[in-house]
Every structure is written in structure tokens, then in C-alpha cells.
């Protein structure tokens, strides 16, 4: 399940709960308004500890990882050895890079 399925599925359960904005959200479970807003209405690129907070709010359950260890995949790790200096710095820079792509959808066909 995408991060964006999940924040409606999230919206959708707090609707139910009588909940219909992010103040009503926030003010109900002791939260900031603008985290709950920023969690719930805007693009991300992974699962805030927050997201997962409203996950729990909303008795959503998270999805789980596939399982699939990306080791497993030799294109993937032949593209992370072609790119990677080595460095933290580096690996933190790709992660970013990866992260924004698959915020793009730019994965998709």
C-alpha cells in the first residue's frame, strides 16, 4: 500500500470516528494540528513516526514490507555499487535521491 492510500485510509477511519478535519484530529489525541495536517494531507516519502501515531489513533494497521530483501536483487546492487563513493554522506544523498523518485511515482511504467 502506497504512503498516499494509507493517509486515506487513516482520513477515512477518523471520518467514521466523527472526526472530520485535522484540527478535530489533532485537538482529540493531544497532537499539533500542523503535524497532523502534515502527515495526513501532504506528499511523504516515508512513514513519520506521527503517521504511525495516527495509524494507531485510527486503528489502521501499517502495511507491512513486502519482505523482499532489496539485496536480493542484483540490478539494484550493481546501480548502488556503480553510484556509491563509500561514504555515509553519499549513502544518505542516494537514499534521498530513491526516496524523491518514488515520491515522484517516477517508478511507475
Not at 9 to 17: N, P, S
Not at 24 to 34: L, R
Request: glycine share 4%; aromatic share 4%; proline share 3%.
Amino acid at each position: 500500500m502506497s504512503i498516499e492510500k494509507l493517509q486515506e485510509k487513516i482520513l477515512q477511519a477518523f471520518k467514521e470516528q466523527g472526526l472530520k478535519n485535522t484540527l478535530s484530529i489533532a485537538e482529540k489525541h493531544g497532537m499539533v494540528q500542523s503535524t497532523v495536517y502534515r502527515n495526513l494531507k501532504m506528499t511523504q516519502v516515508s512513514i513519520t513516526p506521527s503517521l504511525k501515531k495516527l495509524c494507531n489513533y485510527a486503528k489502521v494497521e501499517l502495511p507491512e514490507h513486502s519482505g523482499v530483501n532489496p539485496r536480493s536483487s542484483k540490478i539494484i546492487m550493481d546501480a548502488i555499487q556503480e553510484v556509491w563513493d563509500g561514504s555515509d554522506a553519499h549513502a544518505k544523498k542516494i537514499r534521498r535521491l530513491l526516496l524523491v523518485a518514488h515520491s515522484c511515482k517516477m517508478y511507475l511504467k
